[in-house]
Nanobody, 116 residues
Framework: QVQLVESGGGLVQAGGSLRLSCAAS????????MAWYRQAPGKQRELVAT???????NYVESVKGRFTISRDNAKNTVYLQMNSLKPEDTAVYYC??????????WGQGTQVTVSS
């Protein structure tokens, strides 16, 4: 049973920083793609950042220059460093692991709240 456990969310003032972590219990971690999504109240879940097994990263335009995705394959963990946070970044953040075309797993989510 694959499990993804996020941590690091919380309440922060605008302009502050948080680092999210997602630990995955999967033996193929290093060859899968990791991603962070977020879902704000009343909105659809949106892709925030991805990191492929070869290190290639992609970000949604609204977080470029502020967020950084990284991974530690030795710890089966992916991170999302979030700087210069804005109230519009408030959402539940989810990590997702994808391997091949059929295997994808989600974490339970961690709440990030940015106050103005």
């Amino acid at each position: 049973q694959v499990q993804l456990v996020e941590s690091g969310g919380g309440l922060v003032q605008a302009g502050g920083s948080l680092r999210l972590s997602c630990a995955a219990s999967v033996s193929t971690f290093r060859i899968g793609t990791m991603a962070w999504y977020r879902q704000a109240p009343g909105k659809q879940r949106e892709l925030v950042a991805t990191m492929a097994s070869n290190g290639t990263t992609n970000y949604v335009e609204s977080v470029k220059g502020r967020f950084t995705i990284s991974r530690d394959n030795a710890k089966n963990t992916v991170y999302l460093q979030m700087n210069s946070l804005k109230p519009e970044d408030t959402a539940v953040y989810y990590c997702k692991y994808t391997y091949g075309t059929t295997k994808q797993y989600w974490g339970q989510g961690t709440q990030v709240t940015v106050s103005s």
